[in-house]
């Protein structure tokens, strides 16, 4: 095409230079990168995905079906946007890749924001029929949010020929929506996603409107989450192309584009030839013909269409063809359109043409509409799907409501605006914003036109997928009938346009190959997004450090100060071991282990779930809870305690202290705090509500260090003097209050994860810093060594004591970890019901036993599978897998924990532990490695 | 994506809560296992009105129960105690 002299929304005085491939070019500021492109004769701009046909702009908006580029170069790069979407910017990139986008590796420096807002009306569509109803809720003091696709309102009006000077109407409705105070007028925004109960999510364009060096102070795209009292859909129509052999050549066009590439961007063809099946298709003859541009005619299939365009254009003197079509279309050397191949009953001649505008008709465009799972119907009158009835809370009006006039549309908008108001309880104000003008003459009910040759295999339907009619009727050839599977044989709607104007096409053409009327065969269905949206505004600022919180204990800044390398433990980092100079993380581990062993360790727990559980109820709640009875515990005592679901699955575990009568503080695992929390909850309120107790997350108001080794007792001897820290003063598991020098009153209780005598000593979270010290001082003539994660998991593995989620999994029941005679017999508790089920008492069940390779120095993998037979084929017999294996310093060997079927009973047994292709043998034994008397427990 | 009434707090994005799963009765203390694993293990997914329990956990931390139609997604109850006949 080529840029007229005169007229068009651009401003010729700003010329902006952009990159296309590896070519710069000029166009105007006002320009899309698709208008820019046709302006500087790149009338090819990509190849099809399957066949490589050249293919060039076809549409100026949604329809759009070949123009797709790569915006940007490098680590802001965006894959398959929408060319007529794309405002030119000084400093533009752009590559042709127009059905198969490329993801950049780089993470995307750009900012992509979230909004959330309200408002009693939004209105999707800025065209005549949103404008007006926008209006209307602007004077009735609502709450309004109007979004537009274009950079700018007005819809189909700017692409018709008086949009030069936009009409009067339009601009005083644009200056006073603007300026209305309840009012947000959003353009270059896509509602893109229907939500239930009126929630739209919209897409806001920023950044990529602005040149290269004034973006990353804004963000490149907003996103709105929208929560609408009433949603007026006045989205307009889309128009449909007409299939018809080799119609995919670059110059052909849909005829709405072609007047918005004359009236915006002051494009025009050599010479134009329209093929329309209705009246709106002579509006391009007309306004080529009034801009001086040669039209070789109109092509209509109908035999004697009367209406006012069509008589119009034969009094300019317009050729006008009737009962005719055009049949196909013939090609430059390079691709490009050359001519039309036009039959009547006559016969068929080739009109010489660089442009043909096509129009099939217009398709409401109802994406939004049929994503919440609203219907359509076919309207034998108006030949496109309109809307069965609006979704509640919605109303939809305008072209997408299958009302083709400007006036009509006006008035719609409007009318629609006042009937979602008076719903809300508002009173609408204003009168009627148009007035309704005569409506076209009826159109020709064509949507493919029969190869002359048979060959359907050039006539496209989806252009973007490269699907034809041939690939339709192969799908009817293969029994299939229902719109949607061919849509899934042919791929026709699955691109990233969705192939919005293939849809009815092809309806069509499945309804003519099986024989059936179209409103028997209907359309295939929309889903979200009406656009793309990249995954960088999905997640907005919730990314690198925003993604989660981290969470640390107060502790946290000496673990640091000490070296400390971090795990993370769900959201919190817990310090996994703390190297010395040159240590590496297995020599950190061995001295970390052996420093509790032999003399004494420290370790921040402060990240164990806290819950106090208070009420007169309270023993009785967790006697419920527990599958071990709490009720009998007395005060100043803990007991360890194991929780089931309702299916008898280990849940998790933890001690449980009673401070007094009524009160108790449990202990939850790590990761499971807010869990354990909940539940308590959701049994308080919904079944259990005749409880007296009420639960309260502790978790971050202690600050908590574990102080393990036969050396901790002289350690709490030392932080508490008046303390009697004998074994009958302060028995394993007893609770006691003390004020350490320098520390607020705190809590020590006396349990172990390690087997060893160990203390556990809280002090209000913000004393955590100063407690860490006082132990460290106190521990110093002993040599405390702090220990980390890995130490941890060592010692435990070592006892034989479970973790929930290393050796449990969803299936796992307390009788599987050896625990089964925790479980109350004179009580009900949750689970125990199903613990009686058949196949909880199987014997050939997982149950969890320990190994020791019988290489001592050899290192079976966490996760290996356990198997009887090493050399049997795969797939191998599988009797369980391994959960735990360490190096031990106390065994001077290797060792293990894993779950095996029957395991039990294999007890002495040696299998073999597979990995990688790798094979460990392993004797199982007893779980508890170490210590098997709880000898040390006691110091 | 829900827009779901609290009894409490009025309507509140789904994003504020959990979902409980179909509300139903706990099973006798004694009941058998089939009844035990039809409480269980099966869930009656009905095409259209569904009695179902939420919990607004990032608000009020209430539990309540909803009648949703599934295959329109309307919300149609959202009261605090399920009544005995649901």
Same mark, same amino acid.
């Given at each position: ?38 302006? =500087? ?20 908006? /949604? ?12 680590? %802001? ?21 127009? &059905? ?40 009735? $003091? ?19 020929? +008086? $949009? ?11 200056? %006073? ?7 947000? *007028? ?25 040149? =290269? ?101 034969? +009094? ?24 039309? *191949?036009?039959? &009547?009953? #006559? ?38 799907? *309109? ?58 009910? /064509? ?63 499945? =309804? ?25 505004? /999905? ?24 070296? =400390? ?11 996994? !071991? ?10 950190? &581990? ?20 806290? @819950?106090? *559980? ?12 527990? @599958?071990?009875?709490?009720? &009998? ?6 007991? !360890? ?96 209050? #003390? ?61 034989? !004591? ?101 395991? /039990? ?24 490695? !170490? ?9 | ?86």
């Amino acid at each position: 095409m080529k840029r007229l002299a005169h007229g068009g929304r651009i401003d010729r005085s700003r010329p902006i230079g952009f990159r296309w491939d590896d070519r710069g070019l000029t166009g105007f500021a006002g320009d899309t990168l698709a208008s820019a492109l046709l302006a =500087a004769g790149e009338a090819i701009i990509g190849r099809s995905v399957i066949l490589g046909r050249p293919r060039g702009i076809m549409a100026a908006g /949604l329809e759009e079906a070949h123009g797709f580029a790569q915006i940007g170069d490098g680590a %802001e790069s965006e894959p398959l946007v929408r060319m007529s979407a794309v405002e030119l910017v000084a400093g533009l990139a752009a590559s042709s890749r127009i &059905t198969k986008g490329r993801l950049p590796n780089e993470p995307d420096p750009a900012r992509f924001d979230h909004r959330y807002a309200h408002c009693d009306l939004l209105v999707v569509g800025g065209g005549p029929a949103g404008v007006a109803a926008a209006l209307v809720g602007a004077r009735s $003091s609502a709450r309004v949010i109007l979004a537009e696709l274009e950079p700018e309102l007005g819809g189909s009006v700017l692409r018709e020929r +008086d $949009s030069n000077t936009v009409p009067a109407w339009l601009a005083d409705a644009a200056r %006073e929506l603007t300026g209305a105070p309840d009012v947000r *007028v959003l353009t270059a925004t896509t509602a893109t996603v229907a939500l239930d109960q009126n929630g739209m999510v919209l897409t806001e364009r920023l950044g990529s409107r602005r040149p =290269a060096g004034e973006r990353g102070l804004i963000p490149e795209k907003r996103l709105w989450h929208v929560r609408a009292k009433a949603i007026v859909l006045a989205t307009g129509a889309l128009e449909r192309p007409i299939v018809f052999q080799d119609n995919d050549r670059p110059g052909i066009m849909l005829a709405t584009a072609a007047r918005a590439y004359l009236h915006r961007f002051a494009l025009a063809p050599e010479r134009g030839l329209v093929f329309t099946t209705n009246d709106d298709g002579y509006r391009t003859a007309l306004d080529w013909n009034a801009a001086g541009v040669p039209v070789a005619g109109v092509i209509d299939p109908r035999p004697n269409p009367t209406g006012r365009l069509p008589q119009l254009a034969r +009094d300019a003197g317009i050729q006008v063809i009737t009962a005719a079509v055009v049949a196909g279309t013939t090609a430059e050397t390079d691709g490009r359109l050359r001519a039309a *191949v036009v039959r &009547t009953d #006559a016969g068929a001649e080739e009109v010489s043409c660089d442009l043909l505008a096509v129009s099939g008709g217009f398709d409401p465009s109802l994406n939004l509409h049929q994503q919440r799972g609203g219907k359509t119907r076919w309207d034998e009158h108006l030949l496109c799907a *309109v809307p069965e009835r609006a979704l509640p809370g919605q109303w939809i009006a305008g072209a997408a409501a299958g009302r083709f006039t400007l006036g009509g549309c006006r008035a719609d908008g409007a009318a629609a605006a006042r009937s979602a108001l008076a719903s809300l309880g508002l009173v609408p104000a204003g009168a009627a914003e148009g007035e309704e003008d005569d409506p076209d003459d009826a159109a020709a009910a /064509l949507f493919a036109v029969p190869a002359p040759d048979g060959d359907e295999s050039r006539s496209f339907v989806d252009p973007h997928r490269d699907a034809t009619v041939a690939g339709v009727e192969r799908a009817i050839g293969s029994g299939i009938r229902h719109v949607e599977h061919v849509k899934r044989y042919t791929l026709i709607g699955t691109g990233v346009e969705q192939g919005r104007g293939a849809k009815v096409n092809a309806g069509a053409v499945t =309804a003519r190959g099986v024989g059936r009327p179209l409103t028997d065969i209907g359309t295939s269905s929309a889903r979200p997004p009406v656009e793309p949206i990249v995954f960088h505004a /999905l997640s907005g600022l919730a990314k690198g450090p925003l993604f989660e919180p981290v969470r640390t204990t107060a502790i946290h800044p000496a673990h640091e100060a000490a070296g =400390a390398v971090f795990e993370a433990v769900g959201q919190w980092l817990r310090p996994r !071991y703390y190297p010395l100079p040159g240590e590496s993380m297995a020599d950190a &581990t061995l001295r970390e282990c052996r420093a509790v062993r032999q003399g004494v360790g420290m370790m921040d727990v402060s990240t164990l779930g806290k @819950i106090d *559980v208070q009420g007169p109820d309270a023993a009785r709640f967790l006697d419920r809870l527990y @599958i071990n009875t709490m009720a &009998t515990l007395e005060p100043g005592k803990g007991r !360890y305690g194991v929780m089931c679901r309702q299916d008898g699955t280990v849940f998790d575990d933890g001690v449980v202290m009673r401070l007094t009568t009524d009160r108790f503080f449990v202990t939850t695992t790590t990761g499971n705090a807010a869990a354990v929390l909940d539940w308590m909850e959701e049994w308080l309120q919904t079944e259990w509500d005749d409880l007296r107790v009420w639960v309260t997350s502790v978790t971050e108001q202690w600050s908590t260090v574990a102080i393990a080794g036969r050396g901790s007792r002289d350690v709490i001897q030392r932080l508490a003097p008046g303390l009697d820290v004998t074994n009958s003063g302060f028995p394993f598991l007893g609770v006691r209050n #003390a004020t350490p020098a320098g520390l607020p009153p705190a809590m020590i209780a006396r349990v172990s994860f390690s087997g060893e005598l160990a203390y556990e000593i809280s002090v209000p979270r913000p004393h955590g810093i100063s407690l860490w010290e006082a132990v460290a001082d106190a521990g110093s003539g002993q040599g405390v060594v702090p220990y980390g994660m890995e130490a941890l998991h060592v010692l435990r593995a070592e006892k034989g !004591y479970f973790i929930v989620g290393q050796e449990t999994d969803g299936s796992t029941t307390p009788t599987d970890l050896g625990l089964g005679r925790m479980a109350s017999k004179t009580k009900d508790f949750i689970g125990k019901r199903s613990l009686g089920r058949t196949a909880m008492v199987r014997p050939d069940r997982l149950q969890l036993v320990g190994f020791r390779p019988v290489d001592p120095d050899a290192l079976a993998v966490e996760g290996a599978a356990v198997v009887a037979d090493p050399n049997q084929p795969e797939p191998m017999t599988v009797l369980g897998h391994v959960t735990a294996s360490h190096r031990s310093v106390a065994l001077g060997a290797t060792f293990g924990l894993a779950m095996v079927a029957g395991g /039990l009973g294999r007890r002495g047994a040696t299998v073999h532990a597979r990995a990688d292709g790798r094979t460990v043998p392993i004797t199982l034994c007893d779980p508890v490695h !170490y210590d098997p008397d709880g000898a040390r427990r006691d110091g | 994506m829900l827009l779901i009434p609290c009894p409490w707090c009025g309507a509140r994005e789904e994003v504020e809560f959990r979902y409980g799963g179909e509300a139903r009765h706990q099973p006798a203390p004694n009941a058998d296992d089939h009844a035990l694993a039809d409480y269980l293990f099966y869930r009656s997914n009905p095409a259209g009105r569904h009695v179902e329990r939420w919990v607004h956990v990032h608000g009020c931390r209430r539990w309540f129960t909803l009648v949703r139609d599934t295959m329109t997604h309307e919300i149609q109850e959202s009261y605090f105690r399920p009544p005995d006949a649901s």
